[in-house]
C-alpha cells in the first residue's frame, strides 16, 4: 500500500486488494487486482470523490468507479457509487485530514 501526492495536488493511494463486482442481485469474485485510488478535491479545497482505476494482470485499466463523497466540515456524511465504502477509501480520506465516522467502518 503506498500514498503519494501527486502533480494535481491529489493525493494517491496503490494497492493490491480482492475485487468483487456485486450488482445488488450477484457477488462475483474477480480475485487479487491492483488498483489506484486518487482523492479529489471541489473548489474549497474539500475532499468530493474518488476515482478508482482496477487494473488486469497486464497493466491496463480493467474498470474505473466513482465514488462521491458529502462532508459535513471536516466529517465524511454521505457516499455514492459503491455498495460498501472500501477500507481503502477510508484509510484514503483519513489520510488528508478528514474524517470517517466509524458506522462507515462496520
Not at 64 to 85: A, H, P, R, T
Amino acid at each position: 500500500m503506498e500514498f503519494k501526492f501527486n502533480v494535481r495536488n491529489n493525493w494517491e493511494l496503490t494497492f493490491n486488494s480482492n475485487i468483487n463486482i456485486d450488482n445488488g442481485i450477484n457477488n462475483d469474485p474477480q480475485g487479487e487486482k491492483e488498483s489506484n485510488m486518487e482523492l479529489f478535491q471541489d473548489e474549497g479545497k474539500a475532499p468530493s470523490g474518488i476515482e478508482w482505476v482496477v487494473y488486469d494482470a497486464e497493466g491496463d485499466t480493467e474498470f474505473v468507479e466513482n465514488i462521491g463523497l458529502n462532508f459535513d466540515g471536516k466529517s465524511l456524511v454521505d457516499y455514492d457509487g459503491v455498495f460498501e465504502l472500501p477500507i481503502e477509501a477510508i484509510k484514503l480520506i483519513r489520510k488528508s485530514g478528514y474524517s470517517v465516522p466509524n458506522h462507515f467502518t462496520e
